[in-house]
């Protein structure tokens, strides 16, 4: 019977048992505190007003002339422990960890030994050696004059070896185990030890049951229990058996409901809209996801800096737990710049103005304007967050600018809405309806106006860890739009349908200084009509700083008698880069591009790629890093390919 064991080899005999709880260990602790406080104080006072304590002792002591010569030692380990048990002891030797910082006395270096049993004892201990020993010696170099050994600094040319000792003994086992609920708990059911990760017969090692300790509690609080805590747990060690008994104990507390939810630290801000993004009706049962979920949904606002959750340390009048969101506002309004250059483009400039909170329930709305030799643009982005329901966003557009190409110019204004809402973790999706008025003209051809109306589709997957300047996962792009040209007013004009896929992938291969590998993939296809029919803009293009450097501008691909591009009905590019980070501020590329646009419908992928390879640098600064790469065809076209391309800009190519 295990109360019969109890009994025979309780704590009362040190040989055959041992049994500890918290409570006793505290105790112990502060009784020892105090007894070694009042032997420090008579020693103070005995010796006060010596001359030296080393004088009256020949205690050795630790020389503090910078000029002393420094005793350098090595560290074994004897008695032949499990290669796991030894990594463990020389992680937690610190004679070993600090061996290249040699001390300047051998008396040091004897402490440093001593001061190692006690964490090598722990150490074996922790992983179930509860017979195990651990003793040192410091084993001298031979001299021809021992006398000399005995001069401070004497050992400093030829090192000392601390020799460790291991004696681990017999590795215990768990046996009894239980779990003890204590306090009211109605209808709490207590999880089984197996369930905590504990099983008889398993190593007596202390993590397992110090994390099993940690789970009881958190499986009640995710339960709905709010102040469930972990009691004192008790463990017995019987020396006899070789086995460890534990007692975990918990507090279960009776089942919590959400109480009220008020804010803190939100002037300005619309707390109905607050209420309605945390989503914490009163009444429902308490969890700690919905609470974190809650405090992320109000962090993803991008209004505040800082969000905490602060449930209530007792239930209100009502027995409920009421919540208070203590949060620390952002600045509201933001204007950024952007500039870059590009051999193919010219130089380039973007400049943005954004309110993140225009209306108080934040409404977001950005105004930005690109400028470049060939492109300008204007445009203004309305979001309406959790519209029509939460997590929904309403999202309206409007722009306008010029475009002047190699293959066409074009002169455009263009108005959209769409609802965009999430489908999971770092999934978005949104449809919406768009109107684009254009007049485009290609190159010896006149003026061609055009009114589309089309139905915009898109879905994002990101699962990189970082928006600037990713190091592992990737992100998928989806984009699906139908068109028709409302140019007379009717849905008799042409009709076609724009499809296009991107990937990027990115693989640390070292973590440091870290090497990754850069994936790139995009292919696109149009369906429905011919490629005369469809707008000059609306057609594929290759070529460029975004898609295949070292090749000029949309150049990739079909050309005129006169080398301008005229655009495609499909799409293939293919990009890799190694990103090596040479220092926290400074990377090196080297990237290879290929790809190119297709008259037909769908790729072909038989046809011969526009190749593009070279070198780059990047300077990675908060905002991300400042690219410049420089891109060299592979198989340079006379008249059409420049030996070179440069380009400059921030950001990751991809």
């Not at 300790?213 to 805590?229: H, I, K, M, P, V």
């Not at 600045?331 to 209306?359: L, S, V």
């Not at 770092?426 to 051809?445: D, M």
């Not at 009509?529 to 700083?545: C, K, Q, T, V």
Request: aromatic share 8%; with cysteine.
């Amino acid at each position: 019977m295990k109360s019969e064991k109890r009994e025979k080899h309780g704590a009362g005999n040190p040989d055959t048992g041992t049994e500890v709880s918290l409570q006793h260990l505290t105790s112990t602790i502060g009784e020892f505190r105090k007894f070694a406080g009042g032997v420090a104080l008579v020693l103070l006072v005995a010796f006060a007003g010596c001359s030296s304590v080393e004088e009256r002792f020949g205690l050795e002591r630790e020389a503090v002339e910078d000029d002393r010569p420094q005793v350098t030692y090595e560290v074994q380990f004897e008695g032949s422990p499990p290669d796991e048990l030894l990594s463990l002891l020389r992680t937690n030797s610190e004679a070993l960890q600090k061996q290249n910082e040699p001390p300047r006395s051998r008396a040091a270096v004897r402490r440093r030994a001593s001061s190692d049993v006690e964490q090598l004892t722990a150490a074996l201990r922790s992983e179930g050696y509860y017979s195990g020993s651990v003793a040192y010696r410091l084993e001298e170099p031979a001299t021809d004059d021992d006398a000399a050994g005995e001069q401070e600094g004497a050992t400093a040319a030829t090192p000392l070896t601390i020799v460790y000792e291991i004696d681990a003994g017999p590795r215990y086992s768990l046996d009894t185990l239980e779990i003890e609920v204590e306090g009211p708990a109605e209808g709490y059911v207590a999880p089984s030890p197996l369930d905590l990760g504990l099983e008889t017969g398993a190593p007596a090692r202390a993590d397992p049951v110090i994390e099993a300790d940690t789970r009881l509690q958190s499986l009640a609080r995710e339960g709905g229990r709010a102040f469930a805590a972990s009691g004192d747990r008790r463990i017995f060690i019987d020396r006899e058996q070789e086995t460890m008994d534990v007692t975990l104990r918990i507090k279960p507390g009776l089942e919590t409901p959400f109480g009220p939810v008020s804010f803190e630290g939100v002037e300005g801000i619309d707390e109905d809209w607050l209420r309605k993004r945390v989503n914490l009706e009163p009444g429902a049962s308490f969890s700690p996801e919905k609470l974190d979920a809650a405090r992320q949904s109000l962090s993803s606002t991008g209004l505040f800096s800082t969000a905490r959750a602060l449930p209530a340390t007792e239930l209100d009048a009502d027995g409920q737990l009421p919540v208070t969101f203590d949060m620390r506002q952002r600045k509201q309004r933001t204007i950024g710049f952007g500039a870059g250059f590009q051999t193919d483009e010219g130089p380039f400039g973007r400049a943005f103005w954004e309110h993140r909170n225009i209306f108080g329930a934040g409404e977001k709305l950005q105004l930005n304007a690109e400028a470049s030799f060939i492109r300008q643009e204007i445009n203004a982005t309305f979001v309406k967050p959790d519209l029509p329901y939460r997590s929904w966003n309403l999202l309206a557009e409007t722009s306008a600018g010029f475009e002047e190409t190699d293959a066409f110019d074009s002169k455009f204004v263009e108005a959209g809405v769409a609802v965009e809402r999430p489908f999971g973790e770092g999934v978005t999706g949104a449809i919406g309806v768009a109107y684009r008025l254009a007049e485009i003209e290609e190159p010896g051809e006149d003026a061609d106006r055009v009114a589309l109306l089309s139905l915009p589709t898109r879905l994002d997957w990101n699962f990189s860890d970082s928006l600037l300047d990713p190091s592992t996962g990737g992100r998928v792009f989806i984009r699906s739009t139908p068109f028709i040209d409302t140019a007379g007013l009717s849905l008799d004009g042409t009709k076609f349908w724009r499809n296009e896929i991107t990937t990027t992938r990115y693989v640390t291969v070292v973590s440091d200084p870290r090497l990754v590998l850069a994936f790139r993939g995009r292919v696109g296809s149009i369906v429905g009509a011919s490629r005369e029919d469809i707008p000059a803009d609306e057609r594929f293009y290759a070529g460029g700083g975004g898609s295949i450097r070292g090749v000029p501008f949309q150049k990739a691909g079909p050309l005129d008698d006169n080398d301008d591009p005229i655009g495609g009905r499909s799409l293939l590019e293919l990009s890799g880069e190694i990103r090596y980070r040479v220092t926290d501020s400074l990377g090196l590329v080297a990237f290879v591009d290929a790809g190119t646009v297709y008259e037909d419908t769908y790729p072909d992928f038989g046809e011969e790629l526009e190749v593009g390879v070279g070198p780059g640098l990047r300077y990675i600064t908060p905002i991300g890093p400042l690219r410049l790469d420089v891109g060299f065809p592979v198989d340079r076209r006379s008249g059409v390919d420049d030996p070179f391309q440069l380009y400059v800009s921030i950001g990751q190519a991809f």
